[in-house]
């Protein structure tokens, strides 16, 4: 009983949220080995990459579905949603 009160306190003083998008791309290419060029089949040219990357322009649901299809990136890392708080 108590690990379940521990972790109700936990989830709710410090929940956990996905990580931004573009560092959970990062991520997996730093622990895939791979580069930008890498990506130009799920995301498109390689100035569309280097915007993602570098925060210029959203992933769209076609680059989220080949990203997660293509490199096993889990969508729900990749879909930033934002956060409403209640007034």
Same mark, same amino acid.
């Given at each position: 009983m108590?690990v379940?009160?521990?972790?109700?306190?936990?989830?709710?003083?410090?929940?956990l949220?996905?990580p931004?998008?573009?560092e959970? &791309?990062?991520?997996?290419?730093?622990?895939? !080995?791979?580069?930008p060029?890498d +990506? @130009?089949?799920?995301?498109?040219s390689?100035?569309?990459?280097?915007?993602v990357l570098?925060?210029?322009?959203?992933?769209?649901?076609?680059? &989220?579905r080949?990203?997660h299809?293509g490199? !096993?990136i889990?969508?729900?890392? +990749? @879909?930033k949603?934002g956060?409403h708080k209640?007034?």
């Amino acid at each position: 009983m108590l690990v379940t009160l521990v972790e109700a306190w936990e989830r709710k003083h410090y929940p956990l949220d996905f990580p931004d998008p573009v560092e959970a &791309i990062k991520y997996h290419m730093e622990q895939s !080995g791979l580069q930008p060029r890498d +990506l @130009i089949p799920f995301i498109g040219s390689r100035n569309r990459v280097h915007e993602v990357l570098n925060r210029r322009r959203e992933l769209t649901l076609n680059m &989220i579905r080949r990203l997660h299809d293509g490199l !096993g990136i889990p969508a729900e890392s +990749l @879909i930033k949603i934002g956060q409403h708080k209640a007034a």
